[in-house]
């Protein structure tokens, strides 16, 4: 299952950068990932300052 941000995001980008297949992407207001690319390595939710990211 992919990870999916939630509305907590504060749209630093450090989700972004370390993803290492480039699911991630600025949307409207926050980050949002690409369920078909992402790999549900979790590097995100590791990097992200506030938690947004989860496997939910």
């Known amino acids: 299952m992919a990870y999916k941000i939630s509305d907590e ?11 290492p297949v480039e699911a991630i992407a600025e949307g409207d207001g926050k980050y949002e990932i ?20 989860s496997a939910d």
């Open 34 to 53: 690409n369920a078909d690319t992402c790999i549900d390595c979790g590097n995100c939710a590791e990097v992200c300052p506030v938690g947004a990211p």
């Open 9 to 19: 995001c504060i749209s630093c980008g450090a989700c972004a950068a370390d993803c």
